[in-house]
């Protein structure tokens, strides 16, 4: 049965969820759909040795940027790290591990980690440094190189909707990663604008409710971040 749990609530879930070392995957492109208020819950509760799975680490102090400002990551995988350049100065201290994946290959790994498949070959990087020491494989006259789906212990994934069920909706640009996101982690929180009584309509289900373990209700949250508001209008 999934929770729904107020915003007040929201330490306490994430909290328990994410223990030192956990694997967490955050939907988002920059701050758009990213749960900023499940992000800020994870930098409250003082977990390290995170690996974060995302698109890029936030902005520098933002989103997921404060939780690597706090020494609390260790691994980041993702695509758009110019965002924050805090990103590459940790990484030449040797503060953070980072791989980079193209965007297509980033999220073509998440979905097949929701799908079961562990592993998939693709185009993308051959010939490349991210080729580098990497199974390539030869098909129909090109070639291949061999990447590994992802998983996380934990998913934080932002929706527009929710009904009473689990059942989650969303809303423009600001879906981005989060579907795919939901189906590739052991445990799911979702942070959402408004949970409904009624059981929403099937046809417009994006994330059906046996994906999701916990619901939390988003405090308001401002627009008007660079490149489009927080909730992808």
């Known amino acids: ?6 915003s007040d609530q929201a330490f306490e879930a994430v909290h328990d969820a994410v223990c030192d070392g956990a694997t967490v995957m955050v939907g988002g492109f920059g701050l758009v759909g990213q749960p900023l208020g499940l992000v800020a819950a994870l930098g409250r ?3 390290t040795g995170l690996t974060i799975i995302s698109n890029n680490i936030g902005e520098p102090g933002r989103g997921l940027g404060a939780l690597l400002r706090a020494g609390q990551l260790k691994r980041a995988v993702g695509s758009f790290f110019t965002s924050n350049p805090e990103v590459a100065q940790a990484y030449e201290r040797d503060e953070l591990e980072v791989t980079l994946l193209p965007q297509g290959t980033l999220s073509e790994a998440i979905r097949c980690g929701g799908a079961g498949i562990p592993a998939f070959y693709t185009p993308a990087g051959v010939g490349t440094l991210l080729a580098e020491g990497r199974p390539v494989a030869h098909f129909d006259g090109r070639d291949y190189l061999l990447e590994r789906a992802l998983r996380a212990d ?3 994934v932002r929706a527009h909707r929710a009904d009473r069920h689990g059942n989650l909706t969303y809303r423009k640009t600001a879906r981005n990663f989060n579907p795919l996101m939901a189906s590739a982690a052991t445990h799911v929180i979702a942070e959402v604008d408004e949970i409904v009584d009624e059981f929403a309509d099937p046809d417009v289900i994006v994330t059906p409710h046996l994906y999701v373990d916990e619901v939390v209700l988003a405090e308001r949250m401002p627009t008007g971040t660079e490149g489009g508001s927080i909730d992808g209008r």
Do not use: H, K
């Not at 049965?1 to 107020?6: A, H, K, L």
């Open 45 to 47: 509760s003082g977990r």
């Open 1 to 6: 049965m999934v929770r729904c749990i107020p």
């Open 154 to 156: 934990v998913a934080l």
